[in-house]
């Protein structure tokens, strides 16, 4: 792949596979721990992969943990994709920083802090206290009928991805949660998906907030037309993900690849989300493969392309909860899972320091 810009060159040239000593290391202190082998299924595998992560093992716990919301609008929003009108995006970035929506109520349940960026916003807001402002453009074109932003925007917002990684993590975060706000995002989500994963959009489109029949056949007829526009541009999408990014994904799926990237180069854990955090974490993963390696999907979400995106990327949700709201409330309900599997392997006493007999001792 071409340069993209000097930050994300740096970052993607920091970016390692796991440790495979750690790992190592990790499985063979699993086996001795006072538990038969395997009796703790994923969380025996997440704390396995959270020593590759950390280069040790046992690793340190990823605590505490920042979400970081990025929010943007979406001119496909025109299409009639939704029936929440755009300005919803806003008033929800102000719930956001007043505390008073799901995500904050989960994240403080968890410890978590939560960190609201504007990444492309439509309606004007104003400063307030817990906002990040960094938005390049008030919210994407049309992807239907145009690119739905330049890639000079799209490699601007994932840097302000990596900056995001980059000061969450010095101010002491140990994991990171991908949240998101956008009326519209999970149509830009579908494309995404359907581009990377060469996939007919009316198996990755869901219906998003709820709609009805005639409007998902609506959004599906979207995804299509944007995938048949830009046809050029997605039969290239393994050399070029950053173009596709460009021509059919949102603000708040560069900052969230960018996010990705920037906690892959600091060897920082990273909770993704549903379908939106999962289309972001394509693009991710096609410009930098390595940086998946520090991804945990948080959980199964309701969008059906969520599911085509973990497959691809070989994660394997760890709760199932029927949820589609998004904000990043599937992956911070999951934070205390990966918490606890980095304790147990830390914490736990093996066969021999609790002076109990292994069934492997026996002959």
């Known amino acids: 792949m071409t340069s993209l810009t000097p930050l994300l060159d740096e970052t993607i ?63 496909v929003h025109a299409q009639g994709v939704s029936p929440w009108p755009q300005e919803v995006t806003a008033q929800m970035v102000l719930n956001f920083v007043a505390g008073g929506a799901a995500i904050n109520v989960l994240a403080a349940a968890s410890g978590a ?14 400063d307030a206290p817990g906002l990040v402002r960094r938005a390049v453009r008030p919210g994407t074109a049309d992807l239907t009928r145009e690119p739905a ?50 996939t007919d959009p009316a198996t990755v489109t869901g219906r998003g907030t709820g709609i009805d029949d005639v409007t998902w056949r609506r959004k599906v007829g979207a995804v299509r037309s944007a995938l048949d526009l830009h046809a050029a541009v997605t039969a290239r999408a393994d050399e070029d993900p950053v173009a596709v990014l460009a021509a059919v994904g949102g603000l708040e799926h560069a900052a969230i690849a960018g996010l990705v990237l920037g906690a892959a180069a600091l060897r920082v854990p990273v909770i993704l989300d549903g379908v939106i955090a999962g289309s972001a974490a394509l693009v991710a993963s096609a410009v930098a493969p390595d940086s998946i390696g520090t991804c945990f999907a948080g959980h199964r979400s309701a969008e059906p392309g969520h599911t085509v995106a973990m497959r691809a990327l070989g994660l394997e949700p760890l709760v199932d909860l029927g949820l589609r709201l998004g904000e990043g409330t599937g992956a911070v309900l999951a934070l205390p899972l990966v918490q606890a599997a980095a304790r147990v392997l830390r914490d736990m006493a093996t066969f021999d320091s609790a002076g109990v007999t292994d069934k492997g001792t026996h002959g």
Request: glycine fraction near 10%.
């Open 149 to 198: 932003m330049s890639r000079v925007e799209a490699l601007a917002t994932m840097e302000t991805g990596v900056a995001m990684a980059r000061d969450l993590v010095a101010d002491g975060h140990a994991c990171l949660v991908t949240g998101d706000m956008g009326i519209a995002n999970t149509t830009a989500s579908a494309a995404l998906v359907a581009a990377f994963c060469a």
């Open 113 to 126: 802090r939560v960190q609201v960026v504007d990444v492309g916003v439509a309606s004007p807001l104003d």
């Open 13 to 75: 040239a920091g970016i390692r596979p796991p440790d495979a000593g750690a790992i190592a290391e990790a499985r063979a202190r699993q086996d001795r721990l006072t538990k038969p082998r395997g009796s703790l299924g994923a969380l025996e595998d997440v704390a396995v992969r959270l020593a590759g992560i950390a280069g040790r093992c046992p690793p340190p716990i990823p605590e505490p943990a920042a979400v970081a919301v990025f929010a943007a609008d979406h001119g």
